[in-house]
């Protein structure tokens, strides 16, 4: 609820922090399917301003974080 909240109030999560990890990065290592889902759905309909999450994730996966 509280990342919900967040988004409808304009937080930019599809900035990285120091690491180069996204909210999405932290959601997926804490097994959070619910917001995972969320921000990929929000994503997918480009209401994050995050067109490219999906290159962004795979280049970090490439690189084996």
């Known amino acids: 609820e509280l990342v919900?909240?967040?988004m409808k109030g304009g937080a930019k999560v599809h900035l990285a922090d120091a690491r180069g990890?996204?909210?999405l990065h932290y959601a997926c290592r804490q097994n959070s399917v619910a917001i995972i889902s969320e921000l990929?759905?929000?994503a997918e309909a480009g209401d994050l301003g995050m067109p490219q999450?999906?290159?962004m994730v795979a280049a970090?996966?490439?690189?084996?974080a």
């Open 40 to 42: 990929l759905e929000k």
């Open 53 to 55: 999450l999906y290159q």
């Open 21 to 23: 990890d996204t909210a």
């Open 60 to 64: 970090r996966d490439a690189r084996g």
């Open 4 to 6: 919900r909240t967040l």
